[in-house]
């Protein structure tokens, strides 16, 4: 049987489970934030977009990221954001093949 990727993703947040929280509180507290908060552009906790299969293996796992719309540009594309902290862990620390 073929697992998914967004699965294996799942499976590797669930290993890393302590550490993306951690991750994940260490971000600001919104004092730097633009507005409510209510898009990911403007928000300085949130990672930039491109998040979406990650935010979908964070469901999946069901591990907490703080997902959220993320619109920016003149001729904006919906995307999604995660939690800064998380997206840094992400990237710093997944298997490239995940990335």
Same mark, same amino acid.
């Given at each position: 049987? *073929?697992?998914?990727?967004?699965?294996?993703?799942?499976?590797?947040?669930?290993?890393?489970?302590?550490?993306?929280?951690?991750?994940?509180?260490?971000?600001?507290?919104?004092?730097?934030? *633009?507005? *409510?908060?209510?898009?990911?552009?403007?928000?300085?906790?949130?990672?930039?977009?491109?998040?979406?299969?990650?935010?979908?293996?964070?469901?999946?796992?069901?591990?907490?990221?703080?997902?959220?719309?993320?619109?920016?540009?003149?001729?904006?594309?919906?995307?999604?954001?995660?939690?800064?902290?998380?997206?840094?862990?992400?990237?710093?620390?997944?298997?490239?093949?995940?990335?």
């Amino acid at each position: 049987m *073929k697992i998914t990727k967004r699965t294996r993703r799942a499976n590797w947040i669930l290993e890393n489970k302590d550490n993306l929280i951690a991750a994940r509180k260490s971000t600001s507290d919104h004092s730097e934030c *633009k507005g *409510k908060c209510g898009n990911g552009a403007t928000c300085c906790c949130q990672s930039s977009g491109g998040y979406g299969y990650w935010a979908q293996a964070f469901s999946e796992a069901g591990v907490e990221c703080n997902q959220k719309s993320y619109w920016s540009g003149s001729n904006p594309t919906p995307s999604t954001s995660i939690n800064r902290g998380m997206a840094n862990y992400i990237q710093e620390n997944a298997p490239a093949e995940l990335k």
